[in-house]
């Protein structure tokens, strides 16, 4: 009886102290805490960074698949919604990014290995004939928050590299951006590119020049005002 | 004073620019198309398009001179030959207009820089150099009386400053990266402008300056991060001059008031009737100092009143007759003018604040004062803090908590910058991801 006694409090100290990790973590990513050593966010200085804490909460025997569902991905959902509701500027958001990165670096091999599975696979690029890629990068770095396996593919990238990326990683959902009324036409093109290659690939674009109905008009299946839009979007895709 | 520059500039058909009166500068752009040899025609039919409509309606609104700024287009600059072609079909247009009616045009030429489409950018080696240098010249021998360009020297490092809010690598880009672009091409933009008797008009910190401006319309940076950008950028654009540019400086390079006031340039300026291209803070005090009066740029689309770029020639012309006829009417019509302009805008944003006419004597005064580009960059941007500061402590700007909670980080971060160049550079070097930039391509 007193073991089972002395058993259950050890469970029940190690399942707290386990709690209390992923919510420290939680905290250390909303907030951009990379490391011990980083001065930001004030608050949090001289105290754990992601790094840390993700090796801490990996010794102490969590899951990897709880550490990115109950730490990361909700901490940046929580960033990704205050920068919607305009209550954070792009580099906190940035650094949330890097405090998440901080910690993915530790998680990797066990998606290596499998025990790990990511809400699936997003390729994304700036289209041919444009350089623009601030836009395409914020995507991707709130698409990669929210769980996602990033393709980047960069700027003036043609319907082959985005074919090529689809052979690398099927069933993929490809984004494309795009700054110019001279550079969109290009969407449609690789649009029909990838539906030759692999017709009912997801495709969402976004940029300045481009809205819904071009989105309609070249068989493009979601159109991003936002970053935060093409998050919800693929979230939607994935549950 | 918005038509009053101390060094203006005469073109070819009789503008002078800076010398007692504004005129529009209209920029426009192609509607969704693509540029490829089965679309050249039809490339070529809209810039004759929006010329004869421009000009057409200028002459009908008794326009006292036009200048039309031809951006062009990657394919443009990649193939000489088009970019010349416009530049030439256009030119015959405007000398119709000069004959027929005597409306003074001219044509500003810039072709974009394609260096960027490296990446990273070789900046002194890139085989883009020399399709840009060629349009350049076959374009100026054609009819682009006035030469200029958005040089990218340094975005390869600004863009993540610019999304980090990183000051001091904004500071590194601009005054180390960017003035030492500038150096390079600028020797050559001048030198081909002399060789054909042209004029080596000025570069525009648009994708630094403007794009933190952006960034900041869409609340993804802080203003008053977007604000020390702009006077940053001061330094890397005055070197067009320093090279021997004579102005007018681009409409998109807002730094252009200190331009005016450090060089004695006729400057372009864009503010409201830029809103069809980009949002901004500063519709009205952009004016203040203008010479042209710019639309940044529109698509050649069909509006109910006609083709847009026709609409915003009429739009341009109206603010540049109204500010003409305050210089008309004297020193005292045109101060109170340039004072509604200036109050309009000037405690609404911290971009419009440092733009106060006097905010740019005293920031101009900080920008000069250093024995480096480092220096100066420096100096001015802690001089736009000070400028800032004091307008929040007065009661007469007001910003959120947000914004307020970045300006004793920014002032840390400008007291942590060495004033020598090689002691910054040393500095920075480590810090920045050297994957994105080539040194050498700068000569470090």
């Known amino acids: 009886m007193i073991l089972y006694l002395l058993l259950f409090l050890n469970q029940t100290l190690n399942n707290n102290k386990m709690s209390e990790l992923i919510e420290k973590l939680l905290e250390a990513v909303e907030f951009g805490k990379i490391d011990l050593k980083s001065p930001y966010p004030p608050q949090l200085r001289g105290m754990d960074g992601s790094q840390e804490l993700t090796q801490k909460a990996l010794e102490t025997g969590i899951n990897p698949q709880r550490i990115l569902e109950e730490a990361l991905i909700p901490a940046m959902g929580r960033v990704g919604k205050k920068f919607s509701e305009n209550k954070i500027f792009v580099p906190q958001m940035l650094m949330s990014a890097k405090a998440m990165g901080a910690s993915m670096i530790q998680l990797k091999p066990f998606f290596a290995s499998g025990q790990m599975k990511s809400k699936g696979t997003f390729i994304i690029g700036t289209v041919k004939g444009d350089l623009h890629d601030i836009g395409k990068n914020l995507v991707a770095m709130m698409v990669e928050g929210g769980g996602w396996t990033i393709v980047d593919l960069g700027v003036d990238v043609g319907s082959e590299r985005f074919i090529e990326a689809l052979k690398n990683n099927p069933g993929a959902v490809v984004g494309l951006s795009a700054l110019l009324t001279t550079t969109m036409v290009n969407m449609g093109d690789i649009v029909a590119g990838i539906r030759g290659f692999v017709p009912d690939t997801k495709i969402l674009i976004g940029g300045a020049p481009v809205n819904a109905d071009f989105c309609r008009s070249i068989g493009a299946d979601f159109y991003a005002p936002d970053p935060q839009k093409a998050v919800e979007y693929l979230n939607k895709l994935a549950s | 004073m918005f038509g009053l520059a101390p060094h203006p500039v005469k073109t070819p058909r009789g503008l002078v620019i800076g010398g007692g009166q504004v005129y529009a500068e209209l920029n426009f752009t192609l509607p969704m198309m693509s540029i490829n040899s089965n679309t050249l025609n039809e490339v070529y039919g809209h810039y004759r398009e929006i010329a004869e409509g421009a000009l057409e309606r200028a002459v009908h609104l008794n326009s006292k001179g036009v200048v039309l700024e031809f951006e062009t287009l990657l394919e443009m600059t990649k193939t000489p030959d088009i ?235 109206y603010d540049a007759r109204l500010m003409n006829q305050a210089l008309i009417a004297g020193t005292v019509p045109s101060r109170i003018l340039q004072q509604l302009l200036v109050a309009s805008d000037v405690y609404t944003d911290p971009q419009a604040l440092i733009l106060s006419p006097e905010n740019v004597i005293r920031i101009s005064k900080e920008l000069v004062k250093g024995d480096s580009y480092v220096a100066n960059a420096k100096n001015g941007a802690l001089a736009a803090l000070d400028i800032i500061e004091e307008a929040l402590r007065s009661g007469k700007m007001k910003l959120s908590e947000l914004e307020t909670s970045y300006l004793p980080i920014l002032r840390d971060e400008l007291n942590s910058i060495p004033e020598n160049e090689s002691d910054f550079v040393e500095m920075m070097l480590p810090l920045i991801d050297q994957s994105k930039f080539i040194p050498s391509e700068y000569g470090l």
């Open chain 2, 83 to 317: 970019g010349v072609e416009i530049v030439k079909i256009m030119n015959e247009i405007c000398e119709k207009y000069y004959q027929k009616h005597g409306l003074a045009s001219e044509i500003r030429l810039t072709p974009n820089d394609l260096r960027e489409f490296e990446r990273p950018a070789k900046q002194r080696t890139s085989a883009y150099l020399e399709p840009m240098m060629e349009l350049f010249e076959k374009g100026m021998i054609e009819g682009g009386d006035l030469l200029s360009i958005e040089s990218t020297g340094g975005k390869e490092v600004s863009d993540e400053a610019l999304m980090m809010c990183d000051v001091k690598g904004m500071v590194f880009a601009l005054a180390v990266l960017g003035v030492r672009d500038m150096q390079f091409l600028w020797k050559k933009i001048v030198a081909l402008a002399n060789n054909h008797g042209k004029i080596a008009a000025g570069d525009s910190a648009c994708g630094f300056a403007n794009t933190a401006m952006v960034l900041a319309e869409k609340k993804y940076i802080p203003r008053v991060f977007a604000s020390l950008v702009r006077v940053i950028s001061v330094v890397r654009s005055i070197v067009a001059m320093e090279e021997g540019a004579v102005g007018p400086d681009k409409d998109c390079g807002y730094e252009g008031p200190f331009l005016k006031a450090i060089t004695g340039i006729p400057i372009s300026m864009e503010g409201k009737t830029a809103a069809c291209a980009h949002l901004s803070p500063i519709g009205n005090i952009a004016s203040a100092c203008c010479d042209l009066w710019s639309n940044e740029s529109v698509q050649n689309i069909k509006l109910l009143s006609g083709m847009a770029p026709t609409a915003y020639m009429e739009q341009l012309e």
